[in-house]
């Protein structure tokens, strides 16, 4: 096991390979003989998820900031304004300087609040980060590889509105009541819609598997099989991540800020970065199920979904500068008169070309 070279103090003989695995046996069988080998496999899992959750932590953040920055200075040059500028080199450290301002303050808990009120937005947080799990980044870098991720991603994604129905509800005030009502009301329109779409790909892939999914995309993407699923699947996407022009919940110049009308500092620049991590999750799963994820030439695969996630959030950010809001009664005809039909024609159209 040991190379002679050792005694010479070669220390690059010693981490051969081989040297290793004999090292990682002998510690093994050590454990063995203690009892106590059945500990590895847990305590494994667990280092090799909790490895994954930081660096999903640092994509996030990174992603989060980086387009929090972007957002503000494209809306500004579509306005005719020059956004940020003074703090950084273009104003790359204006949003560092909001996030010091925002998290400094004090946390205050509005007084007609629900005692639930302040853990129901870290909740919210945690379901999107769960997501990320879920989703294949490349043909290695996957969390949690399950037969069923993505019946489990869109249950969690269900939950959603009904937390922000809560927190709108026990917010204590007006505007997060209506904020509340109109949550329930966009649930009962697009969800069905998204409901509908999702089993189109699932049918078209014959699995409920993202890494199946994505498999299924490699000489064609389902994007260019299912034109109608893609662009309602993308304009549902806006509505579930409250993006404009669907934004109704926080309707500033009708609501103020909805279910956030009350909030403090730091509560706020918590829903801030929800929104950003919102929008990374929603890209994530356009890119999964209707553009190949990772799949493309030349590039690492998950140098090509942080393309394509970075692509289709752009998108997002000139569907902002570019439209209006919608009102609730508009949304609520989309989601009946439009999206449910196109959605159930998708189905139809999938199962008569593709999978009969």
Same mark, same amino acid.
């Given at each position: 096991m040991f190379s002679p070279n050792r005694k010479r103090g070669n220390l690059a003989a010693v981490l051969t390979p081989n040297a290793i695995s004999s090292y990682y046996s002998m510690i093994y069988s050590l454990l063995v003989r203690l009892g106590l080998h059945t500990l590895l496999a847990? /305590?494994?899992?667990?280092?090799?998820?909790?490895?994954?959750?930081?660096? &999903?932590? @640092? @994509?996030?953040?990174?992603?989060?900031?980086?387009?929090?920055?972007?957002?503000?200075?494209?809306?500004?040059?579509? #306005?005719?304004?020059?956004? +940020?500028?003074? &703090?950084?080199?273009?104003?790359? $450290? #204006?949003?560092?300087?909001?996030?010091?301002?925002?998290?400094s303050k004090e946390n205050i808990i509005p007084k007609n609040a629900d005692v639930l009120f302040p853990f129901i937005l870290p909740v919210v947080y945690a379901i999107f980060f769960l997501i990320l799990f879920?989703? +294949? =980044?490349?043909?290695?870098? /996957?969390?949690?590889?399950?037969?069923?991720? &993505?019946?489990?991603?869109?249950? $969690?994604?269900? =939950?959603? +509105?009904?937390?922000? =129905? $809560?927190?709108?509800?026990?917010?204590?005030?007006?505007?997060?009541?209506?904020s509340a009502q109109r949550s329930v009301l966009m649930l009962l329109s697009y969800e069905v819609p998204l409901v509908l779409v999702v089993s189109a790909v699932a049918m078209l892939s014959h699995s409920y598997s993202l890494v199946s999914i994505v498999s299924a995309q490699n000489n064609i993407w389902f994007a260019v099989l299912m034109p109608i699923g893609f662009v309602l699947f993308f304009i549902i996407m806006l509505a579930e991540l409250e993006r404009p022009p669907f934004d109704l919940r926080e309707a500033d110049n009708e609501l103020i800020a909805g279910w956030l009308t009350d909030v403090s500092a730091p509560y706020y620049a918590l829903a801030l970065f929800l929104d950003y991590t919102r929008m990374f999750v929603g890209t994530l799963l356009i890119s999964v199920l209707f553009l190949g994820g990772g799949d493309g030439p030349l590039l690492p695969a998950f140098a090509w979904i942080m393309i394509k996630v970075i692509l289709l959030s752009f998108i997002i950010m000139l569907v902002r500068a570019s439209t209006v809001r919608v009102k609730i009664s508009r949304l609520l005809r989309m989601g009946w008169l439009y999206f449910m039909p196109l959605s159930v024609l998708n189905m139809f159209i999938t199962f008569i070309l593709f999978v009969k």
């Open positions: 847990p /305590i494994s899992i667990f280092l090799s998820l909790l490895a994954f959750a930081i660096i &999903l932590t @640092i @994509i996030a953040m990174a992603f989060a900031y980086t387009f929090g920055w972007v957002e503000r200075k494209t809306i500004a040059r579509m #306005q005719a304004r020059h956004g +940020p500028t003074y &703090l950084g080199k273009y104003g790359l $450290l #204006q949003n560092m300087a909001d996030v010091i301002k925002l998290l879920f989703v +294949p =980044f490349g043909k290695y870098f /996957i969390g949690i590889d399950s037969s069923v991720s &993505l019946i489990f991603v869109f249950m $969690l994604i269900s =939950f959603v +509105p009904l937390l922000l =129905f $809560l927190a709108g509800w026990t917010s204590g005030n007006k505007f997060g009541a209506i």
